[in-house]
């Protein structure tokens, strides 16, 4: 009597507060948890990859999380905070520092980018593709901080390779934290003239918004997007699984879907 006593009680609790808890001789009656992954992810990825984790937590039966922003913030974050399972910055150079300070133990290539210059839609300002109209006090410059997010890093290589990365920087009205920030500025009329990853321009919420113009090739590359298994991760054997997916051709297709090219 006093066993079924001490257990009406217990039910009360859980149907009044919704915790569960562990009662010494009511049983072992509790809701067991999902394995959670938390991913670092550069903005410009963050569509493929959100594809892939619906995939792999239907697969695997658990909960992914994805943590997007600028690729050097998110570096100083996970080395901070010391947990998390999969890193994808915007360029390679990331993955590179990881391996120096030993946080990664694997990684995979998933596809490429290219930075490109983008203006509003229609480029009313008839601006042409010539690095040196961002020095221009004729149009409201706005770049990527190159400290923050990967496309800062790539624009600040491609401006330095022309000689004109000070003077940019000097003329530049507003510096941003990533390349979504870049794309707002543009859909918002609030810049004329930006460098982005291209990938960002073919998304269904930028397009109408933004033309492309192509950089001379003597000044930018591809940069080779790797994945990256964090020695933090709690799951290798799930995020190992991610990776196996993303390297996969239908992986693969899903990253060229959203303009990262496949090939290097």
Not at 127 to 144: E, F, H, P, Q
Not at 187 to 214: F, G, H, M, Q, R
Not at 247 to 252: A, F, H, L, M, P
Request: one cysteine or more; glycine letters at 8%.
């Amino acid at each position: 009597m006093k066993r079924e006593k001490h257990y009406m009680i217990y039910v009360l609790l859980v149907l009044l507060t919704g915790v569960w808890i562990f009662m010494p001789g009511c049983g072992e009656i509790k809701q067991e948890k999902k394995k959670e992954l938390l991913i670092y992810c550069g903005t410009t990825m963050i569509k493929p990859m959100a594809d892939i984790a619906r995939i792999i937590e239907k697969q695997e039966d658990c909960k992914i999380i994805i943590t997007k922003g600028g690729s050097g913030n998110l570096l100083k974050s996970l080395k901070i905070n010391k947990v998390g399972d999969l890193y994808l910055p915007g360029s390679d150079n990331y993955i590179k520092t990881c391996l120096e300070e030993n946080l990664v133990s694997d990684t995979v290539f998933v596809g490429c980018n290219k930075a490109a210059i983008m203006v509003q839609k229609g480029n009313p300002k008839h601006i042409t593709a010539n690095l040196d109209n961002l020095m221009s006090k004729d149009y409201y410059v706005v770049i990527c901080n190159p400290n923050t997010g990967s496309i800062g890093g790539e624009t600040k290589k491609i401006l330095e390779r022309k000689g004109i990365f000070e003077e940019v920087q000097a003329n530049a009205n507003e510096l941003t934290t990533d390349s979504k920030g870049l794309c707002v500025v543009l859909k918002e009329k609030n810049a004329d003239i930006t460098i982005n990853w291209y990938a960002c321009s073919v998304w269904e919420e930028n397009e109408p918004y933004v033309d492309v113009l192509n950089i001379d090739e003597k000044f930018t590359k591809k940069k080779r997007l790797v994945l990256g298994l964090l020695k933090t991760s709690k799951y290798p054997e799930i995020a190992r699984k991610f990776m196996e997916y993303a390297v996969s051709d239908k992986g693969r297709k899903l990253f060229k879907k959203y303009g990262l090219n496949d090939v290097e």
